[in-house]
């Protein structure tokens, strides 16, 4: 797992997104979620693993229903500090957009292979058992398991980041000075 194709898709004069280099994992395995309004808006997913945030880009966003299936585009490692970044990525820059820290806690891997991770998370907002499974490519799917959280929010009720505590506006408002 390399930062290299990280860095070479960023121009670090122009963006304040962190500078790729792989650090140690810590004991207690850390997950964010991002929401990303760029050309497209989606969220990003993100799961520490082996000194890198493994990504993925999910159009529609995690669900609670564990009936439903999101598609999740796997993209390229991130650094580890960019579980912390909220702000603008200029436009014309890679991903040019606002970002907003939506959800971030600690994580239990509970299986790994070339076609699947299963963990538990323990964030503000995503809890429980949920499967990231591979379906082609870098195509997969985020699926929420049946259990004691199942159902449990609509994640589009909540609009504020867990950061800052403001909307995309107002981080947009914010970050573009």
Known sequence: MSLKKYNQK????????????????????????????????????????????????????????????????????????????EGIIPEGEYGGGTVMLWDRGTYKLLEVNKDSFKFTLYGKRLKGNWVLVNIKDNNWLLIKEEDKYANFIDIKKYTKSIKSNLTMKEIKTKFSK
């Open 10 to 85: 960023r121009n670090f004069n122009k963006t304040k997104e962190p500078k790729g280099k792989k650090e140690e994992s810590s004991k207690r395995l850390k997950f964010c979620v991002q929401h990303h309004l760029a050309s497209h808006d989606h969220y990003d997913f993100r799961l520490e693993f082996k000194g890198v945030m493994k990504s993925w880009a999910i159009p529609k966003g995690p669900s609670y229903n564990h009936k439903d299936k999101r598609l999740a585009v796997q993209v390229e490692d991130h650094p580890l500090s960019y579980r912390n970044f």
